[in-house]
């Protein structure tokens, strides 16, 4: 069975989000308009846009923080009613909490469901493992590093075994090095499991070194979807080294060449709000 006739993990359908000014309710905002997207099982779909465009709103939408206006959400073919149990978000900021060390922060979601402490433990000694922090469970936040930070939320996200894992822009704020480090974890452990991933990013690189597929948003308002690429690049992938292949040069010259005046549009507007 391939993507395309699977029932998707997750399925927007005619999405639209439209927002009421809080000064003045005859004011509205449409940040999103006509917008359908699935991913497939197993599928890792990123989502390319200017600045502001809407990238996170959708994310929210199918993590079921937002209602969309208009539209429906389908997860694995059921109606998404409130917040999607079958997914785990990982934010652009971490929301790890300051008080908890590392470990207690990866096992806080197990701890929520009324997972054993005996259990949780032992998981998240296996999950701190798994993204290179075995040792480090006893730290607490303001004693990592950025990338350490972002290994726990991993951990936090993942330890949960969601079938879905939707990403917004989490590796933003890293150096590049560290970046690079962390792209390659997360794809390491979804080749492991093979979650469906909805990754949000600005970054084109990453999009394409990441993904099976490229989704290119317009800029706002009523941003809506204006190019979608299959990434055949071969897997397992460094995201370092695959930059260097001749189909990613190609398709990233393929994929700017819709964004380049999106992009461009989205600048001026946050020139004019600036």
């Not at 996170?56 to 208009?70: D, E, F, I, R, Y």
């Not at 922090?133 to 290994?151: E, I, T």
Request: aromatic content about 6%.
């Amino acid at each position: 069975m391939t993507p395309a006739t699977m029932t998707p993990a997750l399925a927007l359908d005619d999405i639209s989000c439209t927002f009421i000014s809080k000064d003045d309710r005859s004011q509205r905002y449409t940040a999103v308009a006509d917008t359908s997207l699935h991913i497939a099982p197993g599928e890792f779909v990123s989502v390319v846009g200017p600045t502001g465009c809407g990238k996170s709103t959708l994310l929210n939408v199918g993590a079921g923080l937002l209602a969309p206006s208009t539209g429906s959400v389908k997860v694995f073919g059921e109606a998404l009613n409130g917040i999607n149990r079958r997914a785990g978000y990982m934010f652009q900021t971490d929301a790890l909490m300051p008080w908890r060390s590392a470990m207690q922060n990866v096992v806080a979601g197990l701890q929520f469901r009324g997972v054993s402490d005996a259990e949780a433990n032992r998981l998240g000694e296996e999950w701190l493992a798994r993204v290179g922090l075995q040792g480090f469970g006893d730290r607490y936040p303001h004693q990592l590093s950025g990338g350490m930070r972002k290994r726990v939320a991993l951990a936090q996200t993942l330890i949960l075994d969601p079938d879905i894992i939707l990403m917004d822009e989490p590796f933003s704020a890293l150096d590049i090095q560290t970046r690079q480090l962390m792209e390659n974890e997360v794809l390491d452990l979804w080749n492991a499991k093979k979650k469906a991933v909805l990754f949000i990013t600005h970054d084109l690189d990453e999009a394409i070194a990441m993904s099976d597929r490229v989704v290119v948003l317009s800029a706002g308002p009523q941003t809506h979807p204006i190019g979608e690429f299959h990434i055949d690049l071969p897997r397992p992938r460094d995201v370092a080294e695959i930059r260097m292949h001749p189909r990613f040069v190609e398709l990233h010259a393929q994929i700017w060449n819709v964004l380049r005046e999106e992009v461009l549009k989205g600048y001026q507007q946050q020139k004019i709000k600036a």
